[in-house]
């Protein structure tokens, strides 16, 4: 059906919720928060699993379990993709609605933040099983979806197609059409430009932030990025375009390394004709997926999948800068090792907010029933993820802590007080 090869795990996953809850733990512990706050901020508000009997192509039914946690919902109308993976877990959704919190508050959007998730594995379906698969979440999910509710959005293995049979289905149960009820829709559905490479374009300039404070000169400086999808994709063409040279880029079918650099918009023509998929892309050393992260390059972008980076091959990074295109890259127990390295990091709730950092423009679009340009899009985002940037770094020179746990102070400052201004019971 697929000539697909699955990578081979380049470790055990270390436990997602437990990762995002260290960092939590010693943010809050600065910040000083009361233990009500902390119990107030660390539970999700909702968590719904659904079974999902889908018929698929040949006759037989087959059962998925569909999940969509709600972690907050205090600074406005919870945010955050669906991810359809086989690894998908409800503690790996957890953790990664509760990112999605702190991610819209360290950008300072007005949403809270939830995450949905299927475990399936969309390279395997047809388009026909998808719709299917993805309609019926949907419909199980209408009570928790809404533009003032709960707004999801496109994440690991879901694009515009998945969220336009969304809308629809969404918009069909009620009777009308809401295009607000979901974001990373195609441009003809409400979309908005600048959504596609906008995860991928705040990567750069969140790189491009920290490099000008480590006083990293752009053009003199080299990169490798892992992960060829969405973000990985389009954060080394446009890390190319400024003038760095991307020196490695990997997908599923391994890493492709040229100390030379790489023709990224060559790369990319490439994987369109090749299927999606790198595989047999010259001018270049194959190398796996593990070795790229080990390059003697000055900028490292894990922009596949969580816990890429851990506390057994920290060690052998060399580069003095790691932008977390992905959520969850590197997992907690790396964390000091990285510090003590002297490796600047920027955090994945700050850089790649830029995600939903647009989705939050498509929305206010979508609601005002107006279409902003590229230009508007694009400069009003970099704004945004500059401010977020400095305001990061200048609570991590304040506390005199890392960029991640300074990242984890502003969101969670943040939530704090707007709940204590909002009350509870
Ligand atoms: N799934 C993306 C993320 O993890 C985007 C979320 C959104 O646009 O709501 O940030």
Same mark, same amino acid.
């Given at each position: *059906?697929? @000539?697909?090869?699955?990578?081979?795990?380049?470790?055990?996953?270390?436990?997602?919720?437990?990762?995002?809850?260290?960092?939590?733990?010693?943010?809050?512990?600065?910040?000083? $928060?009361?233990?009500?706050?902390?119990?107030?901020? &660390?539970?999700?508000?909702?968590? =719904?699993?659904?079974?999902? +009997?889908?018929?698929?192509?040949?006759?037989?039914?087959?059962?998925?379990?569909?999940?969509?946690?709600?972690? !907050?919902?205090?600074?406005?109308?919870?945010?955050?993709?669906? #991810?359809?993976? +086989?690894?998908?877990? $409800?503690?790996?959704?957890?953790?990664?609605?509760?990112?999605?919190?702190? &991610?819209?508050?360290?950008?300072?959007?007005?949403?809270?933040?939830?995450?949905?998730?299927?475990?399936?594995?969309?390279?395997? *379906? !047809?388009?026909?099983?998808?719709?299917?698969?993805?309609?019926?979440?949907?419909?199980?999910?209408?009570?928790?979806?809404?533009?003032?509710?709960?707004?999801?959005?496109?994440?690991?293995?879901?694009? +515009?197609?998945?969220?336009?049979?969304?809308?629809?289905?969404?918009?069909?149960?009620n009777g009308m059409t809401v295009h607000a009820v979901v974001t990373g829709k195609p441009l003809v559905?409400?979309?908005?430009?600048?959504r596609t490479e906008a995860t991928g374009r705040g990567v750069t300039v969140t790189a491009l932030a920290?490099?000008?404070? *480590?006083?990293?000169?752009?053009? #003199?400086?080299?990169?490798?990025?892992?992960?060829?999808?969405?973000?990985?994709?389009?954060?080394?063409?446009?890390?190319?375009?400024?003038?760095?040279?991307?020196?490695?880029?990997?997908?599923?079918?391994?890493?492709?390394?040229?100390?030379?650099?790489?023709?990224?918009?060559?790369?990319?023509?490439?994987?369109?004709?090749?299927?999606?998929?790198?595989?047999?892309?010259?001018?270049?050393?194959?190398?796996?997926?593990?070795?790229?992260?080990?390059?003697?390059?000055?900028?490292?972008?894990?922009?596949?999948?969580?816990?890429?980076?851990?506390?057994?091959?920290?060690?052998?990074?060399?580069?003095?800068?790691?932008?977390?295109?992905?959520?969850?890259?590197?997992?907690?127990?790396?964390?000091?090792?990285?510090?003590?390295?002297?490796?600047?990091?920027?955090?994945?709730?700050?850089? @790649?907010?830029?995600? =939903?950092?647009?989705?939050?423009?498509?929305?206010?679009?979508?609601?005002?029933?107006?279409?902003?340009?590229?230009?508007?899009?694009?400069?009003?985002?970099?704004? $945004?993820?500059?401010?977020?940037?400095?305001?990061?770094?200048?609570?991590?020179?304040?506390?005199?802590?890392?960029?991640?746990?300074?990242?984890?102070? =502003?969101?969670?400052?943040?939530?704090?007080?707007?709940?204590?201004?909002?009350?509870?019971?």
């Open positions: *059906m697929t @000539n697909y090869i699955e990578p081979a795990p380049i470790k055990d996953k270390e436990n997602p919720l437990e990762s995002m809850m260290s960092r939590f733990d010693r943010a809050a512990e600065l910040l000083g $928060i009361s233990d009500e706050m902390y119990h107030i901020l &660390k539970a999700p508000r909702k968590q =719904v699993t659904v079974g999902l +009997p889908i018929t698929m192509d040949n006759g037989k039914i087959k059962v998925f379990e569909g999940y969509r946690v709600i972690h !907050s919902t205090i600074l406005g109308p919870s945010k955050g993709g669906i #991810r359809f993976d +086989p690894g998908v877990h $409800i503690d790996e959704v957890r953790a990664l609605a509760a990112w999605m919190t702190w &991610k819209c508050a360290v950008v300072d959007i007005p949403y809270g933040g939830a995450k949905g998730g299927i475990a399936c594995n969309p390279r395997e *379906m !047809s388009a026909g099983e998808m719709e299917r698969l993805m309609r019926a979440y949907t419909l199980s999910m209408l009570d928790v979806f809404g533009p003032d509710k709960d707004i999801p959005a496109p994440d690991m293995g879901t694009g +515009p197609r998945e969220m336009a049979w969304l809308m629809d289905e969404y918009s069909k149960a559905l409400g979309g908005s430009v600048g920290a490099m000008e404070k *480590m006083r990293l000169n752009p053009y #003199r400086a080299s990169a490798a990025v892992q992960g060829f999808g969405n973000v990985g994709s389009y954060a080394a063409l446009l890390l190319h375009e400024r003038g760095v040279t991307v020196q490695a880029i990997s997908d599923v079918t391994g890493a492709y390394y040229n100390p030379r650099g790489i023709d990224i918009e060559a790369a990319i023509a490439y994987r369109t004709k090749n299927k999606g998929l790198l595989e047999g892309f010259g001018d270049a050393e194959k190398i796996t997926n593990e070795e790229l992260l080990f390059l003697p390059v000055d900028v490292l972008v894990p922009a596949a999948k969580e816990d890429v980076i851990t506390d057994e091959n920290a060690a052998n990074i060399q580069a003095k800068l790691i932008v977390e295109g992905a959520n969850g890259p590197t997992s907690a127990s790396a964390d000091d090792i990285i510090n003590e390295k002297g490796i600047m990091v920027v955090p994945d709730i700050l850089a @790649n907010a830029g995600g =939903v950092t647009v989705s939050y423009f498509e929305w206010v679009q979508n609601r005002i029933g107006y279409k902003w340009n590229l230009e508007r899009i694009n400069r009003r985002s970099d704004r $945004i993820l500059k401010d977020a940037f400095e305001k990061v770094y200048l609570t991590s020179q304040e506390y005199n802590v890392s960029m991640r746990l300074a990242a984890y102070i =502003v969101a969670i400052d943040k939530v704090a007080k707007t709940y204590e201004f909002r009350g509870g019971f």
